[in-house]
């Protein structure tokens, strides 16, 4: 955690100061000058940006209006995006240390727009030379506001603290993180949070007979992995569990169906799934929330070494159901479909699991929101949604359709692992659904897991998508 966040006990004096307010009636609470004042007033006319700036040279002052229109959940995400705004005028002002005062608004409106600034101060500097690792130089956030508590400013630390580290295992190359690697950090963050973490190594995942991950790592020098997480608070509201799955492919190749080589620059996002399952749980263990949540990753490479898996192999999977591949670059829906298969044993109340899984998600529907589908479970899907929409980590649901089932049958075994050019998304979703029995929603975070550039608070590179919208879910049912 690179950013320290606290809560002030008195009002800022000669601090660096970031007001919230309401209205303009709010202005005579700052203590600025005439023509300070009349400043602020002509530049929230002009509306050229949401944060104003008084530069006094012994400090600064930014002045963020919480006077937006819309719904609650709309109102959350301006206020978030001020919040990245607001970032890139401290950064920018080499500003390290500041503080938040809100003269107007709701402890909710500071939350959010602390949230959206921290997150914007996310930077992966680890392999940047000493001279450079300073771009990022804000470090500390100091808010000042009767209604906030030590807990709120604890979840708000913890909850961008998990963000942080989905992005930084994200932003990972597989030099450092290879599935191994994957679940030394899950133990790791077991013992920081206080949850139960078990590995599963190559020999115990042969004894299991997990096919899919097996085939999948045959092609790479480094053994899979299988990590179980396991939060059980004595005081858990239920009895079975909530479980999450996460896809690990630390880096994809498409294996023998070698993918082109500028679709392979970002494939170390290709774990983003296993990285959301293991930040959210981390949330969950350290805010104590009194659910019973599961989180499983199966962890491979995917390679075209002497031994990988071939188009036309067929696979017989964790359940014994056999699969006919056709295109080794369809990976993830092979670890997965083991982990859900695995998932029966805890008889879980459901499963959500998280992957980049097809590009046709990305292709549908871009970076602005992650496809969902779902089986017997229409009211927990509608509850995630709207955990989504409060987050801004949106969910656009897709068919399960059982007609799309044709276009996974094999003439040589139970399944093939690809169901054609057309609604990729849902055939990858229809393969995964054979693997449970159980109420059951897909996520396909291919879209927002990784970006190119940075869009507000979702900076470049790992987005940490997944994190707060489970942890988000998660508490609703507590």
Same mark, same amino acid.
């Given at each position: 955690m690179e950013t320290i966040i606290r809560k002030a006990l008195r009002k800022p004096t000669a601090a660096n100061t970031i007001f919230l307010l309401k209205g303009n009636s709010d202005l005579k609470e700052l203590g600025l000058n005439t023509d300070e004042t009349q400043w602020v007033k002509r530049m929230h006319r002009s509306k050229k940006s949401g944060v104003i700036e008084i530069n006094r040279y012994k400090n600064h002052l930014f002045i963020a209006y919480c006077d937006g229109q819309g719904s609650r959940t709309e109102k959350s995400e301006n206020m978030r995006k001020l919040g990245s705004e607001t970032q890139t005028f401290l950064v920018k002002n080499k500003i390290e240390r500041a503080v938040l005062q809100v003269v107007g608004g709701s402890k909710e409106d500071a939350f959010n727009l602390a949230e959206g600034l921290l997150l914007a101060n996310y930077k992966f500097s680890k392999y940047k030379t000493e001279t450079d690792k300073n771009d990022n130089s804000f470090e500390e956030l100091d808010i000042y506001c009767n209604d #906030?508590? &030590?807990?709120d400013i604890d979840e708000l630390r913890l909850i961008v603290e998990a963000v942080y580290i989905a992005r930084d295992m994200v932003n990972e190359p597989v030099q450092y993180l290879t599935a191994p690697q994957f679940s030394k950090e899950f133990v790791a963050l077991g013992k920081e949070a206080g949850f139960k973490v078990e590995v599963f190594n190559k020999k115990k995942i042969e004894s299991l007979k997990m096919g899919?991950?097996?085939?999948?790592?045959?092609?790479?020098?480094?053994?899979?992995?299988?990590? #179980?997480? &396991?939060?059980?608070p004595k005081n858990a509201v239920n009895k079975k569990p909530y479980v999450f799955v996460g896809k690990g492919v630390v880096y994809d190749t498409g294996g023998l169906s070698l993918k082109p080589s500028n679709s392979m620059d970002t494939m170390k996002c290709d774990m983003g799934g296993g990285a959301a399952v293991a930040g959210a749980i981390y949330a969950i263990a350290k805010a104590e929330l009194p659910v019973y949540v599961i989180a499983l990753v199966p962890a491979t490479d995917n390679r075209p070494d002497g031994n990988a898996y071939t188009p036309g192999d067929v696979i017989t999977m964790f359940d014994g159901t056999t699969v006919e591949v056709l295109n080794t670059d369809a990976e993830g829906r092979m670890i997965l479909a083991d982990a859900l298969s695995y998932a029966k044993k805890y008889d879980p109340k459901l499963v959500i699991d998280a992957a980049t899984l097809t590009g046709a998600a990305a292709r549908a529907i871009g970076a602005n929101a992650m496809v969902g589908m779902q089986v017997k479970s229409e009211t927990e899907f509608l509850e995630l949604q709207k955990a989504g929409a409060r987050v801004h980590e949106r969910i656009v649901e897709f068919p399960m359709w059982?007609?799309?089932n044709e276009q996974i049958k094999s003439e040589i075994a139970d399944l093939k692992n690809i169901g054609g050019v057309d609604a990729g998304a849902i055939t990858a979703g229809k393969f995964l659904e054979h693997f449970t029995d159980y109420p059951y929603i897909h996520l396909d975070i291919a879209g927002p897991a990784f970006l190119s550039k940075k869009d507000k608070y979702r900076t470049v590179g790992g987005t940490g998508i997944g994190v707060r919208l489970l942890y988000n879910f998660i508490k609703s049912k507590a």
């Open positions: #906030i508590t &030590e807990d899919g991950l097996l085939a999948v790592n045959r092609g790479s020098i480094d053994p899979p992995t299988f990590t #179980i997480m &396991e939060w059980k059982d007609e799309y």
